[in-house]
């Protein structure tokens, strides 16, 4: 006679259960699986998440630092290029755009420090050699750009940031050549990168050499690219270094115009020239400064919020300075510019030496 199946065991048989565990079902496991995918992609967008954030607060708290005055413009650059190069930007775009008004906005307050009748002597004196100098530098910078076998345009682009003023030269002649983005990414990585050295190269071989104030800020604005870059190297130097540089490299960008409308002739483009309004402001701003002294403090102010934002405005340009650019100016253009920078830097500096050249 059988036994009766105990009550638990005739559930599990109604339940079609035995003592054995049963197989996972097909079903299961896809669920399974599905939830171990969604875990590993939130997981995922956590970290992203995670790292844009720090990415954007380390980016603000590297922009208020540079604007707090605590450190030198050399040293947002630095600051700036260690952004650039080892994070990801979080505002590409928007911290391009605003480099290049808050340059301009700069400059306008550096005017309400300078004196009028030292700009119109120094812009007066310097005539006829930043004419010279901007002549031969384009020439030669074509020449080396078709003997390495740079792109046209690019070659173009390189030349005229390195005769003139830098990015600003390059965004006044890109559209009238007609440049390509990849064409402008080249040559501006070349200016930048080459801005960068300056920066700090220059204050250190004008102590070495013992240049005055007037000779180093003479040689910065016609050696150094960028208007900014200038600033920052003489800021440094000395007040007078700085009010000659500055004002040298103003006259110099005023510039733009005529090689811009030469190169429109020589390319027959039809493209609206830029002009260098800020320049006139600048003017304004010294005129203001040097015929209202009674004004002083308010414009003392206004000198001092210029020379922090081109503080900010080099952290700025540091941070837009990362590997991809690198990787983008390739070796030849790089090799074009350099060469170019060092002919134009040491032939100025030789000419400035032997007083050939001076205010």
Same mark, same amino acid.
């Given at each position: 006679?059988?036994?009766?199946?105990?009550?638990?065991?005739?559930?599990?048989?109604?339940?079609?259960?035995?003592?054995?565990?049963? %197989?996972?079902? %097909?079903?299961?496991?896809?669920?399974?699986?599905?939830?171990?995918?969604?875990?590993?992609?939130?997981?995922?967008?956590?970290?992203?998440?995670?790292?844009?954030?720090?990415?954007?607060?380390?980016?603000?708290?590297?922009?208020?630092?540079?604007?707090?005055?605590?450190?030198?413009?050399?040293?947002?650059?630095?600051?700036?290029?260690?952004?650039?190069?080892?994070?990801?930007?979080?505002?590409?775009?928007?911290?391009?755009?605003?480099?290049?008004?808050?340059? %301009?906005?700069?400059?306008?307050?550096?005017?309400?420090?300078?004196?009028?009748?030292?700009?119109? %002597?120094?812009?007066?004196?310097?005539?006829?050699?930043?004419?010279?100098?901007?002549?031969?530098?384009?020439?030669?910078?074509?020449?080396?750009?078709?003997?390495?076998?740079?792109?046209?345009?690019?070659?173009?682009?390189?030349?005229?940031?390195?005769?003139?003023?830098?990015?600003?030269?390059?965004? $006044?002649?890109?559209?009238?050549?007609?440049?390509?983005?990849?064409?402008?990414?080249?040559?501006?990585?070349?200016?930048?990168?080459?801005?960068?050295?300056?920066?700090?190269?220059?204050?250190?071989?004008?102590?070495?050499?013992?240049?005055?104030?007037?000779?180093?800020?003479?040689?910065?604005?016609? $050696?150094?690219?960028?208007?900014?870059?200038?600033?920052?190297?003489?800021?440094?130097?000395?007040?007078?270094?700085?009010?000659?540089?500055?004002?040298?490299?103003?006259?110099?960008?005023?510039?733009?115009?005529?090689?811009?409308?030469?190169?429109?002739?020589?390319?027959?483009?039809?493209?609206?020239?830029?002009?260098?309004?800020?320049?006139?402001?600048?003017?304004?701003?010294?005129?203001?400064?040097?015929?209202?002294?009674?004004?002083?403090?308010?414009?003392?102010?206004?000198?001092?919020?210029?020379?922090?934002?081109?503080?900010?405005?080099?952290?700025?340009?540091?941070?837009?300075?990362?590997?991809?650019?690198?990787?983008?100016?390739?070796?030849?253009?790089?090799?074009?510019?350099?060469?170019?920078?060092?002919?134009?830097?040491?032939?100025?500096?030789?000419?400035?030496?032997?007083?050939?050249?001076?205010?």
């Amino acid at each position: 006679m059988e036994r009766p199946l105990p009550r638990s065991a005739k559930k599990n048989a109604a339940l079609g259960m035995t003592g054995v565990p049963s %197989q996972p079902s %097909q079903a299961r496991i896809n669920r399974q699986l599905s939830f171990t995918g969604r875990d590993k992609h939130t997981e995922r967008c956590c970290v992203f998440r995670l790292g844009v954030s720090l990415n954007k607060l380390t980016f603000f708290a590297g922009a208020i630092l540079a604007a707090s005055g605590f450190i030198s413009p050399p040293l947002a650059l630095a600051a700036g290029l260690i952004f650039g190069l080892t994070l990801v930007h979080p505002y590409q775009e928007e911290s391009r755009n605003l480099t290049r008004w808050l340059l %301009q906005a700069s400059v306008v307050g550096l005017g309400f420090g300078m004196n009028l009748h030292q700009i119109v %002597q120094a812009g007066r004196s310097g005539f006829l050699y930043t004419a010279v100098s901007i002549s031969a530098a384009m020439a030669l910078g074509l020449a080396l750009g078709y003997a390495i076998r740079v792109g046209g345009k690019a070659s173009l682009l390189i030349s005229a940031g390195t005769a003139i003023c830098g990015g600003s030269a390059i965004a $006044a002649v890109a559209p009238i050549a007609d440049a390509n983005d990849e064409e402008m990414a080249v040559s501006l990585g070349t200016v930048f990168v080459l801005n960068s050295i300056a920066l700090f190269l220059f204050p250190l071989l004008g102590h070495t050499l013992r240049m005055s104030q007037e000779q180093f800020g003479l040689w910065s604005a016609l $050696a150094i690219h960028d208007t900014s870059s200038v600033v920052g190297a003489t800021a440094r130097y000395g007040a007078i270094a700085l009010a000659v540089a500055t004002t040298v490299k103003l006259a110099r960008a005023l510039w733009i115009v005529p090689l811009s409308l030469v190169v429109a002739i020589v390319l027959k483009s039809k493209v609206r020239i830029q002009w260098p309004w800020f320049i006139l402001f600048f003017c304004v701003a010294s005129f203001l400064n040097t015929f209202l002294p009674r004004f002083s403090t308010e414009f003392a102010v206004l000198n001092h919020l210029g020379k922090i934002g081109l503080t900010v405005t080099l952290f700025l340009i540091g941070t837009g300075l990362s590997r991809e650019t690198l990787r983008s100016v390739g070796i030849r253009p790089l090799l074009q510019g350099l060469i170019l920078w060092l002919i134009v830097g040491s032939a100025t500096l030789a000419l400035i030496r032997l007083n050939w050249i001076h205010l």
